[in-house]
């Protein structure tokens, strides 16, 4: 008799996830996993728990950020150097499909808990690992964080506007692509033991995640040689692709073809310009992009921006407005979809965060989630679980 299943619904019902992880990219990982019906099991350090439940913003003294990505999580604290404590933890292993952690390099080793020592004594465990630098190379025991690994990976070079400061991504690009691509490894490898019987090691470097996202840079260096610099919003190679000025603000126009840019043409009331020699291709306007420029805000700069937005989405020109977050979480469409969806915490009061984006026919999408677990919440309830499943083998 395994463990009980999670209580949420979703495609990885059945699947128990033993959680090492901490702060950003591990915990979003295994945020995913829980909302697609996981059951994940976070084992934090009984002095300080995870580090994030000490990172601001702060509701009523809880931690929002922890609270945001940890929802449909249980809480035991272990102290994985006692033996008290890492016999429970060998017990909880006993039961779990997947272990994942996000200690630098070698960690896991030292305490007698690497890939290398758990695969013979549990076959089928997805031993996964989310670190800076992945588990080779010479920068593999490094420690990284995200703002660490947007610098070396090349991301923070392509943001921001030409002859600009360095610029950070306004979002934990690093930690979370990483995130991701962890969970689209367990879940490739869950998927692989289905018919091979055999657990697999699943090593996600952060600096690695970087580099795959780098797509059109790469090509534009392996293209021509030249080191891509910051854009500011403009696209490097499809125009008009940005950000441009209207009478009382900015709006995004995306226009990626001819037949988008000579509609463009007309619902400015510009038909001269996709005939203009310098922006009769896309090539040629993104050479000019400059020109092309001046000559649309002419147009745009006459009236407001949500007058534009009517114009454009009645001739099938890709827009939208810049909105700020405030904007974003009260969104009709992204109210339609689930988007912003709330726990209730038994001691700050309803949380509001960002839903899951992955819409599965068949499996219900609540607008409520379980809230983030108090340290060591779950802790006599998984000894009793643990006690039943052990006594019936």
């Not at 070698?106 to 690992?129: C, N, V």
């Not at 001691?347 to 677990?373: C, Q, W, Y």
């Amino acid at each position: 008799m395994p463990l009980k299943p999670s209580t949420v619904a979703g495609p990885l019902n059945g699947v128990t996830v033993i959680d090492l992880t901490r702060v950003l990219a591990g915990p979003y990982c295994t945020m995913v996993l829980a909302d697609l019906g996981a059951r994940v099991i976070k084992v934090e350090h009984p002095d300080t728990g995870d580090d994030s439940r000490h990172i601001g913003p702060f509701i009523k003294g809880k931690s929002a950020y922890f609270m945001s990505i940890n929802r449909n999580k249980e809480s035991i604290a272990l102290d994985l150097k006692a033996a008290p404590d890492r016999a429970l933890f060998e017990r909880l292993l006993a039961q779990a499909d997947v272990l994942i952690e996000n200690y630098r390099g070698g960690t896991m080793e030292k305490l007698g808990y690497g890939f290398e020592a758990l695969a013979p004594r549990y076959p089928r465990l997805i031993y996964a690992a989310a670190s800076g630098f992945g588990h080779s190379g010479p920068y593999m025991k490094r420690a990284a964080y995200d703002m660490v690994v947007q610098g070396m990976g090349g991301v923070m070079s392509l943001t921001g506007h030409p002859g600009g400061p360095p610029t950070r991504v306004g979002t934990s690009v690093g930690d979370i692509t990483a995130g991701l691509f962890t969970a689209i490894g367990i879940a490739s490898a869950l998927f692989e033991r289905q018919h091979s019987g055999q657990g697999r090691k699943v090593d996600v470097g952060m600096l690695d995640c970087q580099v795959a996202i780098l797509e059109n840079a790469i090509a534009r260096f392996t293209a021509t040689g030249e080191i891509p610099g910051p854009l500011g919003a403009r696209h490097p190679s499809i125009t008009p692709f940005e950000a441009y000025e209207t009478a009382d603000g900015w709006i995004i126009i995306a226009a990626g073809n001819d037949s988008l840019f000579r509609s463009l043409g007309r619902a400015l009331g510009r038909p001269d310009l996709p005939a203009d020699p310098r922006f009769d291709s896309n090539p040629n306007r993104t050479q000019n992009h400059d020109a092309l420029k001046v000559e649309m805000e002419k147009s745009l700069k006459t009236a407001g921006t949500e007058h534009w937005l009517g114009i454009l989405e009645a001739a099938g020109v890709p827009a939208a407005r810049i909105n700020n977050v405030a904007q974003v979480l009260s969104d009709p469409h992204v109210l339609s979809r689930n988007m912003v969806c709330h726990a209730d915490d038994p001691d700050v009061g309803r949380v509001t965060m960002a839903g899951n984006p992955i819409k599965l026919s068949g499996f219900a999408d609540p607008e409520s989630r379980h809230p983030a677990p108090a340290l060591d919440e779950h802790r006599q309830r998984l000894l009793d679980e643990l006690h039943a499943v052990e006594s019936s083998a």
